[in-house]
């Protein structure tokens, strides 16, 4: 289980970086997906606060899919706040 948690940490600057670019660009598609993705495997991986802030990113991304106003920053900067954590860790 410990090689496959550091697979994981040792992938978080890739999907780290791919959630950056999303959101530099306001792919909110993308933005999206990355998120539930995120949100899916972390919990798995034992970073349930991850998969919290995945979720809440993922909600903050469809609500502006919708036209509504969005915390997409704030989502996506704790988000990444705790992969970078992790990565550290």
């Known amino acids: 289980?410990?090689?496959?948690?550091?697979?994981?940490?040792?992938?978080?600057?890739?999907?780290?970086?791919?959630?950056?670019?999303s959101l530099d660009a306001q792919d909110l598609d993308a933005l999206h997906r990355l998120a539930h993705?995120?949100?899916g495997s972390s919990g798995g991986y034992g970073y349930p606060s991850i998969g919290q802030a995945a979720a809440r990113l993922e909600a903050e991304s469809k609500q502006a899919v919708a036209g509504e106003?969005?915390?997409?920053?704030g989502a996506a900067a704790e988000l990444i706040d705790l992969c970078n954590r992790a990565r550290v860790a």
């Open 69 to 73: 106003a969005a915390d997409l920053q």
């Open 37 to 39: 993705q995120l949100k």
């Open 1 to 21: 289980m410990a090689e496959l948690i550091a697979f994981f940490s040792g992938e978080l600057g890739q999907r780290i970086s791919a959630i950056q670019q």
